[in-house]
């Protein structure tokens, strides 16, 4: 039983407030909100979820060291390609290529998600993750892959 996250960083794990809080970092390591990678932890470590990088940073190599670096615990076990169109599909591709996922979730700021929004956890660009999107991840979790909620 596989159990993955997909994972978006603007507006998941950095937000406005925490940018504008921070007189906006010089480097994406001073980007990432440690309240939001608490919450994260959190998140990974009571479902027993890997790590799915989606975000438009997973073109970036030093992806996964960023993360780690701010405190990431989780299992990061790949990035979903890059394609035409909007998010959904690239997660539904990846997903095409794991047939050993039984649940997943999404959590980003973005709502394009199609079909997929069952499996959406969607954060506020200003807020980022937050202990109330807590909840909401166990919900999405409850829907298996190819069926609604």
């Known amino acids: 039983m596989t159990r993955v996250l997909f994972l978006d960083i603007d507006g998941v794990l950095n937000s406005d407030g925490y940018r504008h809080g921070t ?5 994406a390591n001073e980007l990432i909100d440690p309240a939001a990678v608490e919450t994260l932890n959190e998140i990974t470590r009571r479902w027993s979820l890997k790590v799915v990088v989606s975000s438009s940073w997973r073109v970036m190599p030093e992806v996964e060291g960023i993360l780690r670096a701010n ?10 390609p890059a394609q035409p169109g ?6 539904e591709r990846w997903l095409a290529e794991h047939p050993e996922v039984t649940s997943y979730v999404i959590l980003d700021d973005d709502a394009d998600m199609g079909a997929m929004l069952d ?24 829907v ?5 909620r």
């Open 23 to 27: 007189g906006f970092g010089v480097s």
């Open 71 to 80: 405190g990431v615990q989780a299992d990061i076990i790949g990035k979903t």
């Open 86 to 91: 909007p998010r959904c599909r690239e997660i």
């Open 119 to 142: 499996h959406l956890v969607q954060t506020d660009y200003r807020h980022g993750l937050r202990s109330e999107h807590i909840a909401r991840v166990g919900a999405a979790l409850n």
């Open 144 to 148: 298996r892959v190819g069926e609604p």
